[in-house]
């Protein structure tokens, strides 16, 4: 079946600028996180999702992050007055409902470029 | 979670098995040792976990030693695409749907 997919894979913004990644999770699973990796570093978690409420914002670097998720499906993370440390890979992840056994299936992420 | 320490690198030769260890000392009885990889340009994937026991799946072994506070993850015949970092993390039993806490995982090279 399909896996997790992320859009866009690349994105190159000016700094200032505001940008949006979308991840699909796989069908069916109710929980989703982003994670980020920026170079040669490892990763770095933001936010997760389990349904569409968000119990765990505390990995957002600052306020100008931001998520959401909607129908307990898609998610949005809005990155708004890019600043060039924001350069990194976007990972997201998903997973299934059932314990805390249940592996995270992840996305092939978004890499951003801030100019 | 508790805290993990892997070396930054290793080499292995094709064909030959890949030992990565693990050590997680501080570990805790309802915590399960959990292993991810994350090849070049992709995604972390999926390895394999356990608890106490050993655990083989189709990529890979585990083993834990009884006192739990070391693992080694096995790959029989290593091959260029196992060629990734590997991470090791210890979770909370029942922990649901938290994240995962990455480290900063073993560079293995496998070499032709």
């Known amino acids: 079946g399909a896996g997790v997919s992320q859009s866009p894979s690349n994105k190159v913004t000016e700094k200032g600028k505001d940008v949006e990644l979308r991840c699909d999770p796989i069908?069916?699973?109710?929980?989703l996180y982003w994670y980020r990796q920026s170079l040669g570093q490892g990763l770095e978690f933001l936010i997760y999702f389990q349904g569409n409420s968000a119990p765990d914002k505390s990995g957002l670097p600052s306020d100008r992050f931001s998520a959401e998720r909607t129908g307990g499906s898609v998610s949005t993370l809005t990155i708004q007055r890019t600043q060039q440390e924001d350069s990194a890979v976007y990972l997201c992840?998903?997973?299934?409902?059932?314990?805390?056994?249940?592996?995270?299936?992840f996305g092939p992420g978004t890499r951003l470029t801030v100019t | 979670d508790a805290k993990t320490t892997q070396p930054p690198s290793m080499d292995c030769a094709e064909g030959r098995a890949a030992n990565l260890p693990c050590n997680h000392s501080t570990i805790s009885g309802n915590e399960y040792v959990y292993w991810y990889r994350q090849i070049h340009s992709q995604g972390p994937q999926y390895i394999i976990h356990g608890l106490k026991n050993n655990e083989t799946n189709e990529m890979a072994s585990l083993i834990i030693t009884e006192d739990r506070k070391s693992s080694t993850l096995i790959l029989p015949h290593a091959t260029l695409r196992d060629t990734a970092v590997y991470y090791c993390i210890v979770r909370v039993v029942n922990s649901g749907n938290t994240p995962l806490v990455f480290g900063k995982g073993t560079r293995l090279s496998v070499i032709a």
């Open positions: 992840a998903s997973s299934s409902r059932w314990g805390g056994l249940a592996e995270q299936y």
């Open positions: 069908s069916g699973h109710t929980a």
